[in-house]
């Protein structure tokens, strides 16, 4: 299943995070890490970059929050992130730098790599968004199955395991989700790849493609 390890999906020199990474093949691996990594990471933060605020919140001096986004630790906030109006974090987030989480948009148990946007109306929650992705306004991740059993990622038909009950999406770097779209649990977007709006996606979709709809996906030219 390499198609989905993480070597295939990100450029770990794009976020602050890489650490959480190491010895992992899958992303989803990390996804139970991410509360004790900001943990320890924050207490290394320099201190001439990054204000600790209370409640484990590390925000840093560069960063643009608004005075009405609600932020629950731990999380941290790199430099020259945007946290815009009504923004609600509930923790275990990590934003990279340059990144922008817009009007409503909730986040939990994520890591946003430098430069991603999730900008109007989204729901991330248990997901990983690579290099610059982008999800379009009102797409969402979901991240618990109907029937609350354990998440699988479908790659060309056959089932990995995650172990995890809460599992939302995995974006590769440069991905662009249109406007409405739904990411089923277990979704994994490779780089570079294009979803149409309003789409419902399950499983994983190859790199360099465009998502039409289910069983519709082409290569880009």
Same mark, same amino acid.
């Given at each position: ?5 993480? /070597? +295939?999906?990100?450029? #770990? ?18 996804? @139970? ?11 290394? #933060?320099?201190? !001439? ?34 946290? /815009? ?23 939990? +148990? ?18 990983? #968004? ?12 979901? +991240? ?7 998440? !699988? ?17 995995? #974006?590769?770097? !440069? ?8 990411? +089923? @649990? ?36």
């Amino acid at each position: 299943m390499q198609e989905i390890e993480i /070597r +295939n999906l990100f450029d #770990l020199t794009k976020t602050i995070a890489a650490d959480i990474f190491g010895g992992k093949t899958y992303p989803y691996e990390v996804l @139970p890490l991410i509360s004790d990594f900001i943990m320890e990471l924050g207490k290394n #933060l320099p201190e !001439e970059k990054f204000e600790r605020r209370e409640g484990n919140i590390w925000i840093a001096k560069s960063a643009s929050v608004s005075p009405t986004a609600y932020i629950h630790g731990p999380v941290i906030i790199d430099e020259e992130a945007e946290i /815009r109006h009504c923004a609600f974090i509930r923790g275990s987030a990590i934003v990279g730098k340059h990144a922008v989480v817009g009007n409503s948009t909730e986040l939990k +148990n994520v890591i946003l790599f430098d430069n991603v946007q999730v900008p109007h109306y989204n729901y991330v929650g248990d997901s990983i #968004l690579g290099y610059k992705s982008h999800m379009g306004a009102g797409s969402i991740t979901s +991240n618990v199955k109907s029937d609350k059993t354990l998440v !699988e990622v479908k790659v060309n038909g056959e089932p990995v395991k995650t172990g995890l009950k809460k599992m939302g999406a995995v #974006l590769g770097d !440069e991905v662009e989700v249109g406007c409405g779209s739904i990411l +089923n @649990p277990g979704s994994v977007i490779g780089p570079n790849t294009n979803i149409y709006p309003l789409s419902s996606v399950r499983g994983y979709v190859p790199g360099g493609s465009i998502y039409k709809k289910q069983g519709e996906v082409a290569e880009k030219n």
